[in-house]
């Protein structure tokens, strides 16, 4: 129900756009997250926006870096990524969850629905 793309290599300083597209669900309803797992960790918050998309939640790492919008006419949310660094390589999921919810959380439990990830690798 959610599908995740626009992952890849890159070199540190670039910039990537990662989309992530709903069906299935009444996506408009829901909070959406970004979410990024590197290998041997643990799976972490990266960005968040409300349903009604006035309001958003960044990790202190990629504030000023990422920025999250989401379009619920197309059913899409997505990830502006720039200056990327090394230690954003990581596998980079989407989630929606929190329905109607206007204060938006950060935990992996708050998710209902996620999608199956994207590599993103930034090489230094």
């Known amino acids: 129900q959610l599908q995740a793309s626009g992952g890849g290599l890159v070199q540190a300083g670039g910039s990537l756009r990662l989309s992530c597209a709903a069906s299935g669900v009444t996506f408009s309803n829901y909070a959406a997250g970004w979410f990024r797992q590197a290998p041997g960790k643990e799976r972490e918050f990266v960005a968040g926006?409300?349903?009604?998309?006035?309001?958003?939640s960044y990790a202190e790492s990629i504030k000023g870096r990422f920025t999250i919008s989401r379009d619920n006419a197309k059913n899409t949310v997505n990830l502006q990524m720039n200056n990327l660094k090394p230690v954003d390589t990581a596998v980079y999921y989407c989630?929606?969850?929190?329905?109607?919810?206007?204060?938006?959380?950060?935990?992996?439990?708050?998710?209902?629905?996620w999608g199956q990830g994207t590599l993103v690798t930034v090489s230094s």
């Open positions: 989630a929606i969850g929190q329905r109607f919810s206007i204060v938006l959380r950060r935990g992996v439990a708050y998710y209902d629905y």
């Open positions: 926006i409300i349903w009604r998309a006035d309001s958003t």
